[in-house]
């Protein structure tokens, strides 16, 4: 299906740590699929849906990171300003 390819492609062309995506909070349906795949979340982004709805931040981590370290949860929430640059 098209996470696996967007996992393979992040894997394999671009030697990614994870893979993310935001989901609205409200949003429980596609929450617990997205955690049938494999993915967690990893923060919330207060007022990510134009300032009116938070977002998470869910990620799955790659074979890159043996340790797992770039989906352990971050305690504090963040705002969109927050967020790195791609």
């Known amino acids: 299906h ?6 393979e492609i992040s894997e394999k ?13 409200s949003n429980e349906l596609a929450i617990n699929m997205y955690k ?6 990893y923060r919330r982004v207060i007022g990510y849906y134009s300032g009116e709805e938070d ?7 790659l ?10 949860p971050l305690k504090n ?4 300003e927050d967020l790195e640059a791609p």
């Open 2 to 7: 098209l996470m696996d390819e967007l996992e």
């Open 13 to 25: 062309k671009h030697n990614g740590y994870f893979v993310d995506l935001f989901v609205r909070k």
């Open 77 to 80: 929430p963040v705002y969109p």
């Open 36 to 41: 049938k795949f494999g993915y967690s979340v």
């Open 55 to 61: 977002a998470y931040d869910m990620r799955k981590a």
């Open 63 to 72: 074979a890159r990171d043996v340790d797992k370290q770039s989906i352990v």
